[in-house]
């Protein structure tokens, strides 16, 4: 098993760090800034007893989600892996997100601010639907025409759609060994926008 460490900043900030077999985890759903970042996974560290350069390949959650959140989290893996010149890996948020649930066949839904959400449909390993910008009334009807699947949710949209709710150590682990085998250099690692940045958005643009 390679050393490794994955982050999601997509909602709020969490960080998973492998090293020698042991997981070391932290999170923050209330901020996904740089601040606190950089002292997660500074802690995280000192707790293994490790530093950056003992680990061999460098995971973030790419999105869609948070526009701030996305572009600080992988700038800073993107420095890691430039400056140490180690590969990295991407995992889209909606497929991370579906980790959460034990069933093979989920549609994973996150939120996008102002009633609009991302949504996305898997079947095992394979993308039915990739992801996708909606507003919570089609997603509700998206959701009810495909009722042989279940649903995962991020925390925001716990309340509104009935599924498993959010993500955890785990789901970071199974996302991190699923794609860790899919290299990248830091040039090739993007973020997955779906929706216009607000400044952006014309009329009848979600």
């Keep these: 098993m390679k050393n490794y460490l994955m982050i999601d900043t997509a909602e709020g900030t969490r960080a998973l760090l492998m090293l020698g077999?042991?997981?070391y985890y932290d999170e923050n759903l209330s901020n996904a800034g740089s601040e606190t970042l950089m002292p997660m996974i500074d802690g995280l560290l000192k707790k293994a007893g490790a530093n950056l350069g003992d680990i061999d390949i460098f995971g973030a959650c790419v999105g869609p989600g948070s526009f701030?959140?996305?572009r600080i989290g992988l700038t800073t893996i993107k420095t890691f892996c430039y400056t140490l010149n180690k590969p990295c890996f991407g995992v889209n948020n909606l497929r991370l997100n579906s980790y959460n649930n034990?069933?093979?066949?989920?549609?994973?839904?996150?939120?996008?601010?102002?009633?609009v959400?991302?949504?996305?449909?898997?079947?095992?390993?394979?993308?039915?639907?990739?992801?996708?910008?909606m507003t919570l009334?089609?997603?509700?009807?998206?959701?009810?025409?495909?009722?042989?699947?279940?649903?995962?949710?991020?925390?925001?949209?716990?309340?509104?759609?009935?599924?498993?709710?959010?993500?955890?150590?785990?789901?970071?682990?199974?996302?991190a060994e699923k794609f860790m085998g899919?290299?990248?250099?830091?040039?090739?690692?993007?973020p997955l926008y779906i929706r216009k940045a607000q400044p952006e958005r014309g009329e009848g643009d979600l």
């Design 117 to 133: 959400c991302y949504i996305a449909r898997f079947d095992g390993d394979a993308t039915l639907d990739p992801a996708m910008c």
């Design 137 to 175: 009334d089609d997603a509700l009807v998206f959701v009810k025409k495909h009722s042989d699947f279940s649903v995962s949710t991020d925390n925001k949209l716990a309340g509104i759609f009935s599924g498993t709710v959010g993500v955890t150590a785990r789901e970071l682990a199974i996302a």
């Design 21 to 23: 077999g042991e997981k």
């Design 68 to 70: 701030t959140g996305l």
């Design 182 to 190: 899919k290299e990248l250099s830091y040039k090739e690692l993007q």
């Design 102 to 115: 034990n069933s093979g066949k989920v549609i994973s839904v996150a939120d996008a601010g102002n009633k």
